[in-house]
């Protein structure tokens, strides 16, 4: 009787990496990682599972149509769609133990039912840190934030990059003196002009209701350009007494001033008075990261300020400003790019190759290697001395040190450069100091 087969598959818009990938993948994470400690941010891990009514506090909406349900007794389940929701409950839940400013990094898989299409995924990466307030958060923490960004990207190997800013409060304070009722409405349109263009920008505006007047000031306005000083007197400049949009520029303002002290170049951030970022809860500063060699891959870390993280949770009022990077989106479209290349990855630094009836001091061999922290495998399968050479190329481990009647009675060992072809008759002392030079 034939046993029935099934065909090996992952469902659509799921990421899965051979070993070399994955490596290059947890490197990116590692480094994004390092970096957030280095800045005092604090790792916590949360449930991939919530209450739903947890998840949809704020409303449904899309986030509702987006969200994977889990059907499992009477509990109402769904799988978290970000990391953000799941730490504002985190906060409220857990107020009285943590230390204010709370600075948490999250770095974990989330959930969305994203339409099937390339570079969109339903399970991805998310790399996250937020400062949280209680009551009140000092607004140089919103120039903190850069800094952050700026050390990680140079960290994973990028020099020209742009930190584009704005501040909520500006926009809001500007269409209010236009007189527009719902400054949001305004805000999502100028939000897609990079995507959809000032044409299509135009229309979405005249069928929400705004008049033509409005809409050409709207254009004047986001079209300010020049360097973060030269746009802040042009602001300054329009002489408009609405509260908030002073509130907002003095605010960017203040950022501004202290990113050169948090050690940001000038030409590693921008003003930009057409980021808006389409979501609800950001009521400051916000912020786009652009690689300028690679711009029509968007906005590889965004993020920005919110009044009050846990309303939906708590009385108690919790001000914060955090980003986000999408890793896995981040790490598929550098890889199909070209940009970054899993080629050259490798763990073990060198592959161990006893000759027939030496396996006994081949593993003796690999153990006093990693008792010295050197990465090293042993191959112990019968085959020809081609095929296990062809087994370290395959996986890029760049020495090979084989042993035999030779090695065992001279205490040399011979150590082949995978690469050149090279050879060298080393000591253990001498295996160990060479391959520790291996980056």
Do not use: W
Request: glycine share 8%; hydrophobic share 35%; with cysteine.
């Amino acid at each position: 009787m034939s046993k029935n087969i099934v065909k090996p598959s992952i469902l659509p818009g799921f990421m899965e990496l051979t070993p070399q990938s994955q490596m290059l993948f947890n490197n990116m994470m590692d480094t994004v990682r390092k970096n957030y400690e280095k800045f005092g941010f604090l790792p916590i891990d949360t449930p991939v599972i919530e209450k739903t009514e947890v998840l949809l506090a704020k409303g449904g909406g899309e986030t509702e149509k987006q969200i994977y349900q889990v059907v499992k007794g009477s509990t109402e389940m769904s799988l978290r769609f970000d990391l953000t929701v799941p730490l504002a409950r985190y906060v409220a839940q857990h107020y009285s133990e943590l230390a204010f400013p709370f600075r948490r990094y999250h770095i974990a898989k989330v959930y969305r039912g994203e339409r099937n299409q390339r570079g969109r995924f339903r399970e991805f990466y998310q790399a996250d840190i937020d400062i949280i307030g209680n009551g009140s958060l000092d607004i140089i923490n919103d120039a903190e934030i850069p800094s952050v960004i700026y050390s990680t990207f140079k960290d994973l190997g990028f020099d020209n990059f742009t930190i584009r800013m704005n501040n909520r409060k500006i926009l809001t304070g500007f269409f209010s003196s236009l007189g527009v009722e719902d400054p949001y409405i305004v805000m999502r349109a100028v939000d897609k002009l990079e995507k959809i263009g000032l044409e299509k920008v135009t229309e979405e505006l005249l069928a929400n209701g705004i008049d033509k007047d409005s809409i050409e000031s709207i254009i004047g306005f986001i079209g300010i350009k020049g360097s973060p000083a030269e746009i802040i007197d042009s602001l300054n400049s329009l002489n408009i007494e609405h509260e908030v949009f002073l509130e907002g520029v003095k605010e960017i303002g203040t950022v501004v001033g202290y990113l050169k002290l948090f050690g940001v170049p000038e030409n590693n951030y921008a003003l930009d008075l057409t980021i808006a970022r389409g979501l609800d809860y950001y009521t400051g500063t916000v912020y786009e990261t652009i690689l300028n060699d690679y711009p029509d891959i968007g906005s590889v870390c965004s993020g920005g300020r919110y009044d009050d993280l846990a309303s939906h949770y708590t009385n108690q009022k919790l001000p914060g400003v955090g980003i986000s990077i999408g890793l896995t989106r981040l790490f598929y479209q550098l890889e199909e790019a070209g940009i970054i290349s899993s080629e050259n990855y490798h763990l073990s630094k060198v592959l161990v190759i006893p000759m027939e009836g030496y396996s006994a001091e081949g593993i003796q061999l690999a153990a006093k290697l990693r008792a010295e922290d050197v990465y090293a495998q042993i191959y112990l399968e019968d085959a020809k001395l081609g095929k296990k050479f062809n087994y370290a190329d395959k996986l890029g481990i760049p020495y090979v040190a084989v042993i035999g009647e030779e090695e065992k009675s001279s205490g040399m060992y011979t150590l082949r450069n995978m690469k050149t072809g090279e050879q060298t008759r080393l000591s253990i002392e001498g295996v160990i100091q060479k391959l520790r030079e291996i980056h």
